[in-house]
């Protein structure tokens, strides 16, 4: 079992960076794949990063691809999600997620761990 806790979210201006990070208790962190996934008001809850347990291959959603850089240091248990370019229609709650899979997969369902959720607010 692991539990997870967000944090590094805020307000920031359009164009702005923020860095989310993810940190994970346990002692088989490596054993998870990881993602972060968003909710915003009257949306579904969506992928937007994930990174493969062991070797930390990575995957993104189109809208944050060449934006956002998913990471995970195994050595401290944590996972990174550094987002650049920030969008209004970045805003939203951030969600990490951990998985059994081998992959990071897009699907909510693949993920029996979540995170609390740290709010993103993008200025216009």
């Known amino acids: 079992q692991v539990q997870l806790v967000e944090s590094g979210g805020g307000l920031v201006q359009a164009g702005g960076s923020l860095r989310l990070s993810c940190a994970a208790s346990g002692r088989t962190f490596t054993s998870y794949s990881m993602a972060w996934f968003r909710q915003a008001p009257g949306k579904e809850r969506e992928f937007v990063a994930g990174?493969?347990?062991?070797?930390?291959?990575?995957s993104y959603a189109t809208p944050v691809k060449g934006r956002f850089t998913i990471s995970r240091d195994n050595a401290k248990n944590t996972v990174l999600l550094q987002m650049n370019g920030l969008k209004p229609e970045d805003t939203a709650v951030y969600y990490c997620?951990?998985?059994?899979?081998?992959?990071?997969?897009?699907?909510?369902?693949?993920?029996?761990?979540w995170g609390q959720g740290t709010q993103v607010t993008v200025s216009s």
């Open positions: 997620a951990a998985s059994y899979r081998f992959y990071a997969t897009v699907y909510v369902a693949d993920y029996g761990y």
């Open positions: 990174i493969r347990r062991s070797e930390g291959t990575t």
